[in-house]
């Protein structure tokens, strides 16, 4: 039966990095997949924000086409500075989006990613999707960022990975996700380049016997 499924990215480029297989994959199988994007992603540049943030909500746009999203939604919190925000802040809003979505799938971040916002993210939601009576969510995963989830500090919490999804016959759609966000790839032999990516989804793939894979960490999962 279709789900709804929804994405709390802190960034536009974190969804089609972290979960972008895993998005086409539920689109392909009928589930309804949208998206929350937690900051501007361009606040913290040099620069004029206005001009700076045309392109990259045009990339967005062409990248939510190309996976398939079925709504997005921007709450433009300051980029790189949501720890400026107290988090009540973040989250009242975050659970109104939850409860009028009403998802049973949740992906959002690491919560031992080196960026903040990530930090941030992963801790409004799951602030915001709390298990009490006849909250929607059944399945919280958090998904790695390159770039920042292999850069944190041995302090901060590494990276397990007990899930992975295969994403070989969604490739092609998550590559063209990551075109559409050249402006923000690199090139190689950074981990946040196309080359880099692909070699973190054959990393993942080849653990577990499968050629590509997303890998994340379930939160939570509640089996009803």
Not at 5 to 14: E, G, N, R
Not at 138 to 150: K, N, Q, T, Y
Request: glycine share 6%; charged share 20%.
């Amino acid at each position: 039966m279709p789900e709804t499924v929804l994405v709390v990215a802190a960034h536009a480029d974190d969804e089609a990095l972290g979960c972008g297989g895993a998005i086409a994959r539920h689109v392909a199988r009928g589930d309804s997949v949208h998206v929350i994007f937690m900051a501007d992603g361009v606040g913290s540049r040099r620069g004029d924000l206005a001009a700076d943030a045309l392109p990259r909500n045009a990339a967005r746009d062409r990248a939510c086409a190309v996976l398939g999203i079925a709504s997005q939604h921007s709450f433009a919190w300051p980029d790189n500075a949501m720890d400026s925000v107290a988090l009540l802040e973040i989250v009242r809003p975050l659970e109104a989006r939850i409860a009028a979505l009403r998802p049973r799938t949740v992906y959002t971040h690491h919560s031992g990613d080196l960026n903040i916002d990530h930090r941030i993210t992963a801790q409004a939601v799951l602030t915001a999707c709390r298990p009490v009576p006849g909250a929607p969510v059944e399945r919280i995963l958090a998904f790695e960022v390159p770039s920042s989830s292999e850069w944190a500090g041995p302090d901060a919490a590494p990276f397990v990975p007990t899930v992975w999804i295969d994403i070989a016959p969604w490739w092609p759609t998550k590559l063209a996700a990551l075109q559409a966000y050249a402006d923000e790839m690199r090139p190689p032999p950074h981990s946040r380049s196309l080359a880099g990516v692909q070699a973190l989804a054959t990393w993942r793939g080849h653990s577990v016997g499968l050629e590509l894979a997303e890998a994340f960490v379930l939160l939570r999962e509640l089996g009803r």
